[in-house]
């Protein structure tokens, strides 16, 4: 293998690494889990102050669970449904030169026919 091949083949595997790092559910699934504790923990140390303005419903505990467990779904799909890198794309595809310009050339030489 040349030396030009295994740099694409790292870079391919970083680039991988990178998309199941930044994937959107760990982010949104991440931020509901801190918050949804914060939030559980607001609702644990309510006053009775606190619970007669809202009507005798603990809504920061009610919240907060909800929270954690809209968190805990996102990451559990994130577990179960990783993500998987695109395919590397082909060298035959387009005219060789990898812009696309190709395929754009030849769509408007069948529009003039």
């Keep these: 293998m040349s030396e030009l091949q295994q740099e694409v083949s790292e870079l391919e595997r970083s680039s991988a690494t990178a998309a199941r790092l930044f994937d959107i559910r760990r982010v949104i699934g991440g931020l509901f889990a801190v918050y949804g504790v914060i939030v559980t923990i607001a609702g644990l140390a309510a006053s009775d102050a606190d619970l007669r303005k809202a009507q005798g419903i603990n809504i920061n505990l009610w919240t907060g669970l909800g929270m954690l ?23 035959g595809e387009g005219d060789g030169d990898g812009d696309g310009a190709g395929v754009q050339e030849e769509r408007g030489r069948a529009d003039t026919r």
Aim: proline residues 22%; hydrophobic residues 55%; without cysteine.
């Design 69 to 91: 467990a809209l968190g805990a779904f996102f990451l559990v799909w994130l577990k179960l449904r990783p993500t998987v890198p695109p395919p590397a794309p082909d060298a």
